[in-house]
């Protein structure tokens, strides 16, 4: 299990919890204090992760398409901060 | 002028707090209740989380248990408060999606509705403005922290305004590890930071406060505030509320 947390330059603070398998994510919790408009979305987006690749470009492109397809607004951090912050987990 | 409710200064349990809330909000919805500003204080001293973050990883429990501090998890994003009871003056307001003061920007919803903490400020003599995403600063530190959420068909913002700040209790309660609470480290706060208190350097009382808001959220966002009560079906609500979710660990500690 690891751990990291990451300050986004001007935004707020990610916290995350990584459970990997392999080189994939297994489990992660995402955490800080963030906006997410609606809330609810944020179990849904840690679901979506459940064995995404560790490689930052495919973290932020899965977030990414996540939150317009879901039309989940973020504030305080972006889908390439939380996936800096994952990999900084790993 | 368009008519909020408004629910004068109480004092209540983190629990009663964040449920009330959510039971405001839900009879708005149900078309039971008008749009809310309520006021209140936490008795006893609490600390709240933001939704998304971990309780464990922000607060340290054993000191809060120690002190007699409760703990509790918002409905709402952002950080963790420390509520003191005699130190700060908690505000809420909800509005339906339909109201004119309802934005669909969330940054420029924010501005709108600080603007109420800022008109109070200025009212007891402190010059203070919104900085996005969610704070309000006087002189570059932050004298309030607002969070909003959007659900139910309505926007419920609330937020803290800091009478008086007592940065000790404040590190002991949020967890910082033990070795980083230097005296630099307290400084630092002391910079980032201020309260009524200390701006006007005199002892503010909480009634001055209480007023000013009240007064302060009236000019700024041109509503007429309608002294109210809650509904006993509210209060029913919020009570159910806290058996169900606000009162339990599952809620609390759910990150």
């Not at chain 1, 899965?62 to 939150?67: E, G, H, M, S, W």
């Not at chain 1, 972006?78 to 790993?90: K, Q, R, S």
């Amino acid at each position: 299990m690891g751990s990291s947390t990451y300050k986004v330059p001007g935004g707020k603070l990610l916290k995350i919890r990584l459970k990997t398998v392999g080189y994939k994510i297994e489990k992660v919790t995402i955490m800080g204090d963030f906006f997410l408009h609606p809330e609810d979305a944020l179990s849904d987006l840690e679901e979506r992760l459940k064995g995404v690749y560790l490689e930052s470009s495919s973290i932020k492109s899965v977030i990414a398409d996540f939150l317009s397809k879901s039309g989940t607004q973020i504030i305080g951090a972006d889908p390439a901060d939380i996936a800096t912050a994952i990999m900084m987990a790993v | 002028m368009d008519e909020v409710r408004f629910l004068d200064l109480e004092i209540r349990s983190a629990h009663m707090n964040m449920a009330l809330d959510e039971a405001i909000m839900r009879s708005i919805q149900a078309g039971h209740v008008p749009p809310t500003l309520r006021l209140y204080r936490w008795q006893p001293s609490a600390v709240s989380i933001g939704t998304f973050q971990g309780m464990t990883e922000e607060v340290d429990l054993e000191y809060c248990k120690r002190n007699g501090i409760d703990h509790i998890r918002r409905l709402t994003g952002g950080g963790a408060v420390y509520h003191d009871y005699g130190g700060e003056v908690t505000y809420s307001i909800i509005l339906p999606n339909d109201h004119r003061l309802v934005s669909s920007d969330i940054i420029e919803s924010y501005k709108i509705l600080c603007a109420g903490v800022v008109k109070a400020l200025d009212i007891l003599g402190i010059d203070a403005k919104f900085k996005p995403i969610n704070d309000v600063v006087t002189g570059g530190k932050k004298i309030s922290g607002n969070a909003q959420t959007r659900r139910r068909s309505c926007v419920l913002q609330h937020g803290t305004t800091l009478l008086d700040l007592d940065v000790e209790v404040m590190f002991s309660v949020l967890k910082v590890p033990q070795e980083k609470i230097s005296d630099k480290m307290i400084e630092d706060v002391r910079q980032r930071v201020t309260s009524v208190r200390e701006v006007l350097g005199r002892e503010v009382g909480v009634d001055e406060l209480v007023v000013a808001l009240g007064d302060g959220f009236g000019e700024a966002l041109g509503i007429e505030l309608v002294e109210g009560e809650l509904s006993a079906a509210e209060i029913e609500l919020a009570e159910s509320l806290v058996e169900e979710k606000y009162g339990r660990d599952e809620w609390n500690l759910s990150r």
